[in-house]
């Protein structure tokens, strides 16, 4: 369990990465100049220190420099012998290498010499000086013949053993201890690597490869040891189920047998992972372990980042038997990765399933291979190249140094597949539940008895049927609804609630992407097995025995098969699958029966061999309640981990706790191996067979409630990122709310506790008493015997709602009345609401009262308001403008939402001053970018973080879809993760972005608040934001499954503490503004978020409530009887009643309400009250006194608010500030157009996003005349070449240019083109034309995934792309003259797209669900076909393509390779550019 | 659910005017199953559902809208019938207006659902279908007596029951029901529909003990001896007077009285003749629903003219506005503005006119309501055979309970504390004896809870 104030310091990172080798393994200087070359041209994609010079961490992983080594050995004397290693050490305390060295003589190994590495400190910065080891390499021999091998094996034994002598010696630290590698890093930027390692600059040092790594880390306290590469893998990327995959390699440890050490070896060795390091690190150690016992390079690389088989039809059988045998042992380290390794012989770089990481290479014609995050690291001339490509996602290229042989992934998989018969394997021993099945869904029921007094005691509520199962009775779906979550934590209830309710799932934001598990769940899988974990070193058919089930959510009579395996009176049992179902029921204290009964399953499994555990809650009755399933299975999995049984069993729980999606995933996330949910199955059956309304058979609706529960897990993993359900199970992956210390370390401590509370025997009382209510109904209840349920809608009595009637009755008071009397009321009913919130558990303490008079006016303190985001289309113009120009004339801010703004609204008091910027991109152009005083990245949403949405075709409007650049009816799908914000340095790129485009914008990043979040918050601070907002996961939403609004983020109390504390620790609070949102409501609430860090404050559901909202939630369902959050044209106009004066009134009284406790507790002005947490104070209260807030009051040195104006990069983007002024007479004069030719470098970014919005700003989005201003490129332009690009701009580039090319074009051109063409050249990078609404993109080369993703406008034609092209794409028309990745059109709903089939294997590639291909050449195709050929001539004469040109050529015969892809409902093609088609 | 845009409310069909004042009928034809599962269907479903919080009983009206909107009948009955003990009672009398459809989400200009003719329709098809509110049957030793069959009686004896309580009512009366049977006509209220209810409590073992007044035909100490707690529902039933001059003329009678002798006569009953106001003018002098009772009574008995004097105007009378148009509709006349002075009598003491005095209506008060103030030298006179005056009921304080240390507050309501146990250890009150004159949903709800407590203290 990680402690509050490690989470302050913690850090996550991303970075850019690489590596360059000689195919034929000669050895050279100019590789390692190569190397430190690329790496000083990925500067920008780390970060720097506030010194200016401490970077976060470089360095280089060589080949061993032998020559050089042998003479700086001899220089010393020292004669090395053939066989030699050379430890690379980092240490505080030069006697600490005396234990390396009595180690290594223990272990049969002799250090011959230390070496003092020479280094220069007038490279490093002040930190990095501070912290400054002793650098030493120590050269090691064999103190007796040994084998090259064991001389190996014996190195990494001593290496281990020696850092688990020093692992309280933090500073200690062994970057590489090998024969053939050697380690070259520390917290030195790469422009100084060279400078500070003097050894590199010596002609002499000739390596033949090195991985180079440059680190972006969130925080500012870099550590010498946390720079990469690390021993054998350079990471770029976040593994999100690394707390997983740590509990896993554990497991996996207590049954290692390995050929290399001897058992008491491997004992010595353990644990495989070294405490307290980075995920990346935790990757290598244990990459590194399976290398040095032997696993095949390239297994192993697979083991660890599988390619996505489980849904890959395509895939070849021969292969996918490679990893489902794997999978038996293996689970995917899931998240965005681009992985280098090597092993000293063998190089790689494999990329994650879904491709989330650019890795890019160039094979040179003298063979050398060039790996990196871009293109232009290392300046290769056109002619020297031999082939330039990039991987696709869950490929994986090698280089075998011995045989100089260059392995693609084609070659690797085919070795991979015939290294074993792993198909005959799997046929003879694995066990398929399914296939066992005779009736999937029976309507056997197991609770016909006690149905009702069961669903009293498991909290299954009238209110849980009708608004949770009966959704996915019908639909085969979760529930949606809509606005936020305004109930207490459960912990706070004083209600009956579900234990999983205590848990808040995690989600990814910023450095790592959530998943699209609906269009992207290719790549998703909930396959899971059953059985023992066996030696993961050997490989052998045993290892093929498991039973497997397609999904962790079983039915009952899978469970009955699965059961009659491992009966041993059934026919079917087989010894490995024994099981036992072990009672949950107890009558009197939960921890004592909590311990004995995982006392007895741990007995059983050592001495009877069971092997399948269920445990059950079946014997609940009147007499005995039940240990909460999530408690058993939590501390079971630590205890059996505890006694190294872990891996013997599966643990399977039947539960009646289990009634969606968020309380089946709390198990698995805790040890579950599946769930089989009873009584949500029986609940289902019960309503069938009782009620009238539905259609459906039983089975039918067990089916459909099956589908839910899947797609709700689909939905849990992918919002943290992780992708099968295998990489998900154990992995903690939530927030654990109120519970006590011991509870948390005991069953859940992998996760965060925020707020530690409730014990044992707290919960064991709140459980009787719901037992007794169960059984107890007082005469009520004979009738409808159910609890009639408040938890996700108000009743009285029931759950506390923020927002419940009385609290909206009397804010409408307010506006309808303006009167303070109706002001005082709501403020008397949120005082008086009792221990609902975090806030209100916080007293101020008794201080100095000043007069009112002395407060600064309400005028300042407007200016600290906001509205929330809500964007025309949510909600209707009349709403939106009313609250935009109540925020103007107050002098606050409105936000304008993700979905544009008509351009009338600008320069007016109608414009919304924030524009927001979503993963969806609609509207936003650099005019729209151009009329803000502040750009919001939205990255997380409170209602629903790590998830997208989906604006239904019929609720897109002419004027919507107007404003979101797109055609009305066309369905609108916002992806759940940017798809330029894969890792921190992404979003540091979208930031620079955004800040050419606009210069005079504040950027904030908007997050929502989860444990972790102070880290993100420092890295959003260190790449460049001005603002940051911690949103409570409260927050509304016009539409969310009913499981993110109620379980995912944590109360904005939280966050924003961690926020502010973290920015302090980091020394970055100063350098950005923080701001807070969540449910606040009056003066009290804007007070206690001030004294808590945050600046400003955005108000949403309050003003929504203000103009009229009455909480309806519906807000997804266009019928809003306000005229708020609908279109309708007839409720918009007859019943809105909002104006804006009733927002004024409000936000007058709340200043007022907030300067007359600004003078009780002595302020003048906010700007002091901020961050004084040491004000607040634990209320005296008994109940108050079980939870420990000091976390939320913890105060932390430093300054407390921002004390800059704006947060400036490093980089000045001084190359197109020039530019610009040597294109301003154009501007001026639009009738002198102009052409300039320049060179430009990958070091250069975003480039025409400065002069876009300039031109934008004078013009907007009509831009200039096309042509105006001609730009002439050569050489490799950077990341975003042509951002935001604007008509009357085009760019020409010879050469190549890297990802997001023409991200949010709105118009103007880009021709990308070089001597090397055609599909086997890449000519760009990743996610080009991301969002774009217009203009035109030529490239006669190929580009990476995800191209014109989101696309709604622009004119594409490329001669090859990678997986996931076209996705979500509403319009615009794309020309692919090449191959395409898979899952092409995936969510694609407007637009076309041509695509040259030569291979005739494109239409296995196209993800069906929305789009159709069809072909042109014939009579219907006629239209298309002409305008084809039309824009094959306009792209030959741009770009000059040899292909296009011989496909006109051949026009007739060609067309029979042409696809013409588009959305299955759009029934006229959109093929006239000049109407705006 | 949520078809509010297509599906405007339509109230129940009400009988042709001139059909319904010949006969004391219900007024109002019941919802088909299309017209009540259409209506039903217009719900928006709210999250924050203003029309149960407004209920007093808190019913779960968005609940069984779904389900009659499904066609669910027998889980709309059963939902209905959980929190509220009778209804198919409130259905009919509850001023919906004021309560659950006057907040109803809609009720801001797309026109509130139609609930409380749904809540009738529910409970009336059901029992149609042959549903029934499930009773366990006397499963306790225990035993509680409840004074007063009146709607809070009737309910602490439902919740009673479905504890598996024995319960024995004491009713002064012929008939059980209290107000529900005398107080309320029968075109408003069905008596066969209270003949039903009581039925179905006492096939639950509900014992009845009717004409017999505790402290006069029983004494209380009896009652105490046989029973582990008793429950005091006996009403609110003494008329406020007007303190005018005449008003205790022969003719001059109190609402209840007049209400109770009609429907004795529809009962075919004995009933004092008196009563009979065919060819008479009536005066009927207050604005609630108790007036709205007696004009409309006086209608369909053939007075002459029917005129109602109250103080303020339409929009402020106390009752609900529906019985107020009805009453319209029905030809009633209307003087509003008019405070009576004095009642005018001839030379035999009998009342002849009503001297009355305009009003006006001012500044609002602290409860909202306007401020009315008399204007001098208006007064007026409005003729008058007979008079009735509807001016509100205090409870009567029966002697049994000074005798046991029950007490009462200043005008009369019992006093209890927040179990609704009075100032003597196991006697519990509720209703209108409490409260004083108010709704049957409160006086039901005022049961339910009190009979909570009850069984808390019995069955714990």
């Not at chain 1, 050529?1449 to 550019?1473: I, S």
């Not at chain 2, 429907?263 to 065919?278: E, G, H």
């Not at chain 2, 049994?400 to 519990?428: K, L, Q, R, S």
């Amino acid at each position: 369990m990680m402690e509050h104030h490690d989470l302050l310091r913690s850090f996550k990172d991303n970075c850019g990465f690489g590596l360059v080798a000689n195919i034929k393994n000669r050895a050279s200087h100019k590789t390692l100049e190569d190397a430190i070359t690329a790496l000083e041209r990925m500067m920008h994609r780390g970060a720097v220190a506030a010194d200016g010079k401490t970077g976060d961490g470089s360095g280089l992983l060589l080949s061993m420099p032998t020559e050089f080594m042998l003479q700086a050995a001899k220089d010393a004397g020292i004669e090395l012998p053939n066989q030699f290693a050379i430890a690379s050490v980092f240490t505080p305390d030069l006697k600490h290498l005396d234990v390396l060295e009595a180690v290594c003589a223990n272990n049969d190994l002799k250090v011959l010499y230390r070496r003092d590495v020479p280094i220069d400190t007038e490279a490093l910065g002040e930190q990095a000086l501070a912290s400054l080891p002793h650098m030493v390499q120590v050269f090691i021999a064999a103190d007796s013949i040994m084998a090259d091998k064991r001389f190996d094996a014996l190195l990494y034994l001593s290496r281990k053993e020696t850092e688990h002598k020093l692992v309280e010696e933090r500073g200690f630290y062994i970057a590489s201890m090998s024969t053939k590698v050697l380690s070259y890093k520390g917290l030195v930027m790469p422009t100084h690597i060279k400078e500070f390692y003097t050894d590199l600059a010596d002609p002499l040092f000739k390596i033949s490869f090195s991985l180079f790594h440059q680190r972006f880390s969130t925080n500012t306290l870099p550590e010498w040891r946390l720079a990469q590469p690390f021993r054998a893998v350079a990471h770029n990327g976040e593994i999100n189920s690394v707390e997983a995959n740590r509990f896993n390699v554990e497991v996996k440890s207590e049954s290692i047998k390995s050929d290399v050490f001897t058992d008491e070896e491997i004992a010595r060795i353990l644990p495989i992972l070294q405490p307290g390091s980075s995920d990346s690190a935790s990757g290598d150690n244990f990459f590194e372990f399976l290398i040095v016992n032997g696993m095949d390079f390239f297994k192993a690389a697979r083991a660890v980042i599988p390619a996505p088989w489980q849904n890959a039809p395509h895939m070849d059988p021969e292969l996918r038997a490679f990893y489902e045998y794997h999978s038996t042992v293996f689970e995917a380290w899931d998240g965005p990765a681009a992985f280098s390794l090597t092993d000293g012989r063998y190089i790689g770089c494999v990329l994650d399933r879904n491709g989330l990481r650019p890795s890019k290479y160039i094979i040179t014609h003298d063979d050398n291979l060039l790996i990196a995050s871009e293109y232009g690291v290392v300046d290769i001339p056109d002619e020297q190249i031999k082939e330039r490509g990039r991987l696709q996602s869950g490929e994986m290229i090698g280089l075998d140094l011995k045989f100089g042989k260059v392995l693609k992934d084609e070659e690797i998989n085919n070795y991979l597949k015939s290294t074993n018969p792993y198909m005959k394997w799997l046929n003879e021993r694995m066990v398929y539940l399914q296939e066992h099945v005779e009736n999937p869904y029976a309507s056997s029921c197991d609770y016909s008895e006690d149905l009702i007094n069961r669903q009293r005691f498991y909290n299954v509520t009238h209110e849980v049927i009708e608004q949770v199962i009966e959704p996915m009775i019908t639909d085969g779906k979760e529930a949606v609804g809509s606005m936020g979550d305004d109930t207490p934590l459960a912990a706070f209830s004083q209600k009956q609630r579900s234990f999983s309710d205590y848990f808040k799932q995690k989600f990814a934001q910023v450095t790592n992407p959530p998943i699209d598990p609906i269009r992207e769940k290719v790549v998703m899988s909930l396959n899971t097995g059953f059985g023992e974990i066996h030696n993961m070193l050997d490989e052998i058919p045993s290892h093929a025995h498991r039973l497997k089930a397609i999904s962790p959510m079983i039915t009952k009579e899978k469970l009955d098969i699965l059961l009659s395996y491992g009966d041993v009176n059934s026919p079917r049992y087989e010894e490995f699958y024994k099981n036992e179902t072990f009672s949950t029921a107890y009558t009197s204290d939960l921890k004592a029966s909590l311990e004995t009964l995982v006392a007895q399953i741990i007995k059983q499994v050592k001495e009877d061999g069971v092997r399948i555990v269920v445990l059950s809650d079946a014997d609940f009755s009147k007499t005995h309640r039940t240990i909460p399933m999530l408690i058993a299975v939590g501390r079971l999995n630590r205890e059996l981990l505890k006694a190294k049984v872990r891996h013997l069993v599966s643990i399977i729980a039947q539960t009646c706790e289990v009634v969606d999606s968020h309380s089946g995933a709390t198990l698995l996330a805790y040890g579950a191996s599946a769930v089989y949910p009873s009584l949500l199955f029986a609940t289902a059956i019960d309503r069938i067979n009782s009620a009238k309304q539905f259609d459906l058979s039983c089975a039918e609706a067990l089916r459909n409630v099956h589908a839910a529960l899947n797609l709700g897990l689909l939905k849990i993993m992918s919002k943290m990122g992780i992708a099968t359900i295998a990489s998900y199970r154990n992995s903690g992956l939530l927030d654990v709310m109120g519970l006590s210390r011991e509870i948390v370390e005991e069953c859940f401590s992998d996760s965060h506790l925020m707020i530690p509370g409730l014990g044992y025997a707290d919960i064991d009382e709140r459980l009787e008493k719901a037992h007794n209510s169960a059984f107890d109904d007082q005469g009520f209840g004979t009738i409808f015997p159910l609890q009639i349920g408040g938890f996700y809608k108000f009743y009285n009595g029931q759950e506390y709602h923020d927002f419940g009637p009385d609290t909206i009755h009397a804010i409408h008071a307010i506006s309808q009345s303006g009167s303070e009397k109706d002001y005082a009321k709501l403020r008397e009913i949120v005082s008086n609401r009792g221990l609902k919130f975090i806030r209100d558990f916080f007293d101020f303490k008794e201080t100095k009262a000043i007069d009112i008079s002395e407060v600064e006016p309400k005028e300042k303190i407007f200016k600290r308001f906001a509205s929330a985001a809500m964007s025309l289309g949510s909600i209707s113009p009349e709403a939106h403008e009313a609250i935009a120009v109540a925020m103007n004339t107050i002098g606050g801010q409105s936000n304008s939402g993700e979905g544009g703004e008509d351009v009338s609204r600008f320069n007016t008091n109608r414009v919304s001053k924030i524009k927001q910027v979503a993963s969806g991109r609609f509207g936003v152009t650099a005019a729209y970018l151009r009329s803000a005083e502040e750009i919001q990245i939205k990255v997380a949403q409170g209602a629903k973080p790590g998830e997208g949405g989906q604006l239904p075709g019929h609720k897109v409007t002419g004027l919507i879809a107007r404003l979101r650049h797109t055609v009305a009816g066309v369905t609108l799908i916002s992806p759940p993760p940017h798809h330029d914000i894969y890792s921190i340095e992404d979003l540091s790129q979208l930031i620079f972005d955004l800040k050419q485009v606009n210069p005079k914008a504040k950027i904030a990043v908007k997050l929502v608040s989860t444990s972790g979040v102070g880290t993100i918050a420092a890295g959003v601070a260190k790449a460049y934001a001005d603002k940051i907002i911690i949103s409570g996961g409260d927050g509304g939403t016009g539409a969310a499954p009913l499981t993110s609004i109620k379980f995912a983020g944590n109360p904005w109390e939280l966050g924003l503490s961690e926020a502010h504390n973290a920015l302090k620790a980091n020394s970055l609070r100063g350098q950005v503004h923080l701001q807070t949102d969540g449910g606040l409501k009056t003066g009290l609430d804007v007070v206690k978020a001030a004294l808590l860090g945050a600046e400003s404050y955005a108000f949403g559901t309050g003003v929504l409530s203000i103009v009229g909202c009455k909480m309806l939630r519906i807000c997804h369902l266009n019928k809003c009887s306000v005229g708020i959050a609908t279109q309708n044209e007839r409720l918009r106009d007859e019943h809105f009643k909002g104006d804006v004066q009733q927002i004024i009134n409000y936000f007058t009284f709340l200043a007022e309400d907030v300067r007359s406790i600004m003078a009780t507790l002595g302020f003048k002005t906010i700007e002091e009250m901020v961050g004084r947490s040491d004000l607040l104070k634990v209320v005296d209260d008994a109940f108050a006194q079980k939870f420990d807030f000091s976390s939320v009051l913890h105060l932390e040195e430093g300054v407390n608010t921002c004390q800059m104006p704006f947060n400036e990069p490093y980089d000045d983007n001084k190359y197109e500030k020039d530019i610009l002024e040597e294109v301003r007479g154009a501007i001026k004069h639009p009738d002198q157009p102009i052409r300039i030719d320049k060179e430009i470098k990958n070091v250069h970014r975003s480039f025409g996003a400065r002069i876009s919005g300039e031109i934008a700003q004078y013009y907007g989005d009509e831009g200039l005349k096309e042509n105006t201003i001609r730009i002439n490129l050569t050489g490799v332009a950077g990341q975003a070449l042509g951002a935001f690009l604007i008509k009357g701009i085009s760019i020409r580039l010879n050469g190549v240019a890297n990802d997001y090319i023409g991200k949010g074009m709105s118009g103007g051109k880009i021709v990308i083109n070089s001597t090397l063409q055609g599909e086997e050249f890449s000519a760009g990078g990743n996610t080009c034309l991301y969002g774009a609404t217009g203009g035109k993109l030529y490239i006669s080369g190929s580009v990476g995934e995800r191209f014109a993703v989101r696309n709604s406008g622009a004119l594409a034609i490329v001669e090859g792309t990678g997986d996931n092209a076209c996705e979500y794409m509403t319009g615009g028309i794309v020309a692919i003259l090449g191959s395409t990745g898979g899952n092409f059109g995936a969510g694609m709903t407007g637009g076309i797209a041509f695509v040259y089939d030569e291979k005739h294997d494109f239409i296995e590639n196209v993800n069906r669900e929305l789009v159709e291909a069809i072909r042109i050449d014939t009579d219907d195709g006629d239209e298309a076909r002409h305008y084809l050929k039309r824009l094959l001539k306009e792209y030959v004469s741009e770009s000059g393509s040899e292909k296009a040109q011989s496909i006109l050529d051949n026009f007739r015969v060609e067309l029979r390779n042409f696809w013409l892809v588009r959305p299955k409902n759009l029934k006229k093609l959109p093929l006239n550019q000049e109407k705006g088609d | 659910m949520r078809n509010f845009l297509n599906t405007g409310r339509l109230d129940p069909t009400k009988r042709l005017v001139v059909d319904r004042t010949k006969d004391f009928k219900e007024i109002y034809e019941p919802f088909d199953k299309e017209g009540a599962a259409s209506q039903s269907d217009r719900c928006i479903q709210c999250g924050d559902p203003f029309c149960l919080n407004k209920c007093p009983l808190h019913n779960y009206v968005p609940q069984w809208l779904k389900a009659v909107a499904e066609k669910d009948l027998e889980f709309a009955f059963n939902l209905s019938n959980e929190p509220s003990p009778f209804p198919e009672v409130m259905g009919r009398v509850c001023p919906h207006d004021r309560l659950c459809e006057g907040d109803c989400t809609l009720n801001d200009g797309h026109g509130a659902i139609t609930i409380g003719s749904i809540e009738t329709f529910i409970n009336e098809e059901g029992f149609k279908a042959g549903l029934t509110p499930k009773f366990p049957g006397i499963t306790t030793d225990k035993k509680v007596a409840i004074i007063g069959s009146g709607p809070a009686g009737l309910s602490a004896a439902t919740y009673l029951l479905r504890a598996g309580i024995a319960v024995t009512v004491y009713e002064r009366a012929d008939r059980a029901g209290g107000l529900l049977t005398y107080g309320i006509p029968n075109f408003k209220l069905d008596k066969k529909v209270i003949e039903r209810r009581v039925k179905i409590l006492k096939d639950a073992g509900m014992e009845l003990v009717l004409n017999v007044e505790v402290g006069k035909d029983i004494s209380f100490d009896e009652i105490t001896n046989t029973h582990d707690a008793i429950f005091i529902g006996v009403g609110a039933t003494k008329a406020k007077g007007a303190r005018l001059n005449g008003e205790s003329a022969d003719n001059v009678y109190m609402s209840m009285e007049y209400l109770t002798a009609i429907q004795r006569k529809n009962f075919a009953l004995s009933y004092d003749k008196k009563f009979d106001f065919k060819d008479q003018d009536v005066v009927v002098i207050g604005g609630g629903d108790t007036a709205m009772d007696c004009v409309r009574t006086a209608k369909r008995e053939g007075a002459k003219s029917v005129t109602c004097l109250y103080r303020r105007d339409a929009h402020n009378m106390p009752g609900s506005v529906k019985e107020y148009k009805n009453a319209v509709e029905e030809g009633v006349d209307f003087t509003f503005y008019a405070s009576p002075k004095e009642i005018i009598l001839d030379e035999n003491g009998k009342a002849v006119s009503v001297e009355m005095i305009k009003t006006v209506l001012g500044a609002k008060d602290e409860s909202g309501r306007q401020r009315m103030e008399e204007v001098n030298g208006s007064e007026f006179k409005a003729k008058a055979d007979v008079v009735i005056m509807a001016l509100g009921f205090d409870p009567e304080v029966p002697s049994f309970f000074a005798e046991n240390g029950i007490e009462t507050n200043a005008w009369g309501g019992v006093v209890v504390n927040d179990d609704y146990e009075t100032t003597t250890a196991g006697i519990y009150a509720g209703g209108d004896c409490y409260r004083g004159a108010d709704l049957v949903v409160t006086a039901a709800l005022d049961g339910r809870e009190a009979a909570r407590k009850i069984i808390k203290s019995l069955l714990k």
